[in-house]
């Protein structure tokens, strides 16, 4: 099973097989299995969207990361 590409129901990106969803991959995913409805999963879920997004916080791991090899 194809995720987060090749236009498979747990991909986000516009295709030529259909538009762009809301979400991301992981997303997706827990809003077929149902998930998204469990309110212990909910920040995660948000979180890792954000991740996929590119919105790292200030103190995110990936952020600390990228600065650390831009400083060399």
């Known amino acids: 099973m194809l995720i987060d590409i ?5 991909d986000e990106h516009a295709t030529e097989h ?5 979400g991301c ?3 997706l995913m827990a809003e077929l299995l149902g998930f998204d409805k469990v309110d212990k ?5 948000k979180h890792i969207e954000r ?3 590119g919105q790292w916080g200030q103190f995110d791991l990936a952020t ?3 600065q650390m090899y831009d400083e060399g």
Do not use: V, W
């Not at 259909?18 to 809301?22: I, N």
């Open 6 to 10: 090749g236009g498979s129901p747990f």
């Open 18 to 22: 259909g538009e762009e969803k809301p």
């Open 25 to 27: 991959a992981s997303t």
């Open 41 to 45: 999963l909910r920040k995660l879920l």
């Open 51 to 53: 991740n996929d997004k």
């Open 64 to 66: 600390a990361i990228m």
